[in-house]
């Protein structure tokens, strides 16, 4: 079945470092690929998308995210994280089995040591 | 432009009683999402509406959840009657068009914890 998979339940970083979040999905062909962020006691807010094209994906906030078919990866990055940035980050993919629907990975909590 | 309201922000019942949720999507979104987020999980889509019909509803447990879009706008989703592990976050989302590509907005959520 389709997946999604984020392998760092957990990430803790110093504020100001550089950060990389990992996401693996399984599907044969280029699915769509999103990233969302969730902070405490907020509803999830959308990163960036990647449908086709340029592999490096630029969204909001600083983020970016790189999709590599070989490793069937699509990692979010950030060169300096700010201590506003610990929240909830979870990586979806479009269902190939669907026209509309998109699953998501369990997720992976960044904490920002000061 | 407002974002996506749900109401209540909590709510606290026993198992075996019935709850309520409301949605108002975004003015003019088509697409009303209702997911489902257990602790430490992702969210889980439950049911998805495109205007007032159910576009997907495969992963609603039919025998005790239901929901309701009615004249295309906002949407009800109730549990009756409520088990533990109906404990979560309850997630509202729109979105302008159908489709993988359309973004989703999301509310804050409702917290659900039934005892």
């Known amino acids: 079945a389709q997946s999604v998979t984020q392998p760092d339940i957990h990430i803790t970083v110093s504020e100001g470092a550089s950060l990389e979040l990992r996401c693996n999905y399984s599907y044969g062909a280029t699915p769509y690929l999103f990233w969302y962020v969730q902070s405490p006691g907020q509803g999830l807010q959308l990163l960036l998308k990647?449908?086709?094209?340029?592999?490096l994906v630029q969204g909001i906030k600083g983020f970016e995210a790189e999709f590599k078919r070989s490793q069937s990866s699509f990692n979010l990055r950030k060169p300096s994280v700010h201590w506003s940035d610990a929240a909830e980050y979870f990586c979806a993919v479009g269902l190939y089995s669907s026209a509309s629907k998109i699953i998501f990975g369990s997720g992976t909590r960044l904490s920002i040591r000061p | 432009e407002a974002g996506v309201a749900q109401s209540p922000r909590y709510k606290i019942i026993e198992k075996r009683q019935s709850v309520a949720f409301w949605c108002n999507p975004i003015?003019?979104?088509?697409?009303l999402y209702w997911y489902q987020q257990i602790l430490g999980q992702g969210p889980k889509l439950l049911i998805q509406f495109q205007n007032n019909g159910v576009v997907d509803d495969s992963q609603l447990p039919k025998d005790r959840f239901s929901a309701e879009r009615l004249k295309g706008v906002d949407s009800t989703l109730k549990i009756q009657p409520a088990k533990l592990e109906d404990s979560a976050v309850y997630l509202c989302?729109?979105?302008?068009?159908?489709?993988?590509?359309?973004?989703?907005?999301f509310g804050p959520g409702t917290r659900l914890l039934v005892l």
């Open positions: 989302a729109s979105s302008l068009g159908f489709g993988q590509q359309e973004t989703q907005y």
């Open positions: 990647y449908f086709s094209g340029d592999t």
């Open positions: 003015s003019g979104h088509a697409t």
